[in-house]
């Protein structure tokens, strides 16, 4: 069944025609998407034909410039087409989440570089942008070692991003705002993956960790993380004037939405045909039920307006947003993420026994929306931080 155009609900707003166009690509693949799901699950690793056919429909690369072999869309239609996936499989809507937030790192890499790793690459690009490693200055570059976590996708990837901290003679480099901190990519022939994705939640992701031992990046494969934190430099080839963090977000947080209406969408067909042990009726006519649906439709419809709402400001105003648009995407990633997971806990609430099993919808979703919103930028510590900032501090990253 094609869970995309289930009714009624009440986030069924209009979507722009470039929106439109992607989600209908979604509709294509959904059935593929389906029949594979447990094959993912089970292997904790995305199926090639589903990457092949996530590949030719383009959305991998969907939020990389054109210039860099994107198709550039924009951020309320990447949005969409991830909540679209979620609602199939989240496991592959949290790559493709991945795949837009890093493909972000193109506007920031020397050009040449950036089409080498999206044009003319057509694998994954995936990795960990949390600094657990160290870049030893040399000439030329950089040596880089150490090991990450949460390679999502790291099957079908061809090179790897890895966050570390600059050193020179071994101790870091410090700046005026602290340790300075790149982006480093390394081709996948010089990793070592560890088999550690074993998980609650989104099991298919195969975010597995992986090892780097002395290798060698050139400076035009890294990206300073200091730039990260404003717009990218204007040149002909940007595909957007939004900073890394303010962009970031809206991939997990779109996730986190799929998983929700997929949870409630579950539960409404449940309850039609389900009747309660010692009940006379479809647990449709409990007006317990009744009432709770309600309010975790209410949820999502509201975070589903929130998100769209701060990805149209995020668009209108990303250059020149600052710190008061930074707080207002922080504040959209972590709402939404709470009203998510009150949404699957209210459906999976409802269902009692048939929630149990892992045949059921509801039990999946369960499983990935309390993995999903472990990430950082859904963390419930942007509330202290945003609060700090609204209160005259300074808009910190995390305590």
Known sequence: MNRLSIEPHLSRMPLSSEAQEWVDKVDKLAQLLADHREAAENDRVMPRIVFEALRDAGIPRMWVAKDFGGSQVGLETGSAVVQALAQVDASIAWQMGVQGAIGRLSDYLPEPTARKLFRDNDGLVVGGVNPSGRAERVAGGYELSGEWSFASGFAHAEWLVCAAWVTENGEKVERDSGSQMRMLFVPKREVEFRDTWHT???RGTGSNSYRVSEVFV???????QAEMLRAPRPRRSRGYPVGYYDFGPFTSASTALGIARDAVESFKELA????????????????????????????????TVLLRDTARQVSATGEL????????????????AEHAVAAVTIAYTLAGTSS?????????AFRDIHSATKHIT??????????????????????
Not at 218 to 224: A, G, L, S, Y
Not at 324 to 332: F, H, K, Y
């Open 218 to 224: 050139p400076e035009d494969f890294t990206v300073d």
């Open 272 to 303: 039609q045909r389900k009747t309660p042990a010692a009940g006379s009726s479809a647990l449709a006519n409990s007006h317990t039920a009744q009432e709770k649906l309600a309010r975790a439709e209410m949820l999502v419809h509201s975070a």
């Open 321 to 336: 947003g600052g710190d008061a648009l930074s707080s207002t995407v922080r504040l959209t990633a972590a709402t939404v």
């Open 356 to 364: 149990l099993y892992t045949s059921s919808r509801l039990e999946r």
């Open 378 to 399: 859904l963390s419930a510590s942007h509330f202290e931080t945003v609060g700090q900032y609204l209160l005259g501090g300074k808009l910190i990253m995390r305590r």
């Open 200 to 202: 609650l939640g989104l």
